[in-house]
């Protein structure tokens, strides 16, 4: 009954600012790190930002002070906020969780940044 949805996706013009939200239906959510991975199209998927149970996140380098990733473990939803987009980040976003041995992953939410 594993479930990640993802939404907030969408088109918005350079500079726009985006949220995206990841409803995840996991057990024992607050002991999975969570993550949002993006790939374009031709290109590798990558991730984007990552937070553990604790709080602690890390990002890619081409999203550092435009990106922010936060949960909320009594609601059992991860975010990314995304400020200042910029074409480059046009991709489809996934949700992404995992401990141990469990690796979960969202439907992917397209995220279009264009004039």
């Known amino acids: 009954q594993v479930q990640l949805v993802e939404s907030g996706g969408g088109l918005v013009q350079p500079g726009g600012s985006l949220r995206l939200s990841c409803a995840a239906s996991?057990?024992?959510?607050?002991?999975?790190?969570m993550g949002w991975y993006r790939q374009a199209p031709g290109k590798e998927r990558e991730l984007v930002a990552e937070?553990?149970?604790?709080?602690?996140?890390n990002y890619v380098d081409s999203v550092w002070g435009r990106f922010t990733i936060s949960r909320d473990n009594n609601k059992k939803t991860v975010f990314l906020q995304m400020n200042n987009l910029k074409p480059e980040d046009t991709a489809v976003y996934f949700c992404?969780?995992?401990?141990?041995?469990?690796?979960?992953w969202g439907q992917g939410t397209q995220v279009t940044v264009s004039s």
């Open positions: 996991l057990r024992y959510f607050s002991m999975y790190t």
């Open positions: 992404n969780g995992r401990y141990d041995v469990h690796n979960y």
């Open positions: 937070i553990s149970g604790g709080g602690s996140d």
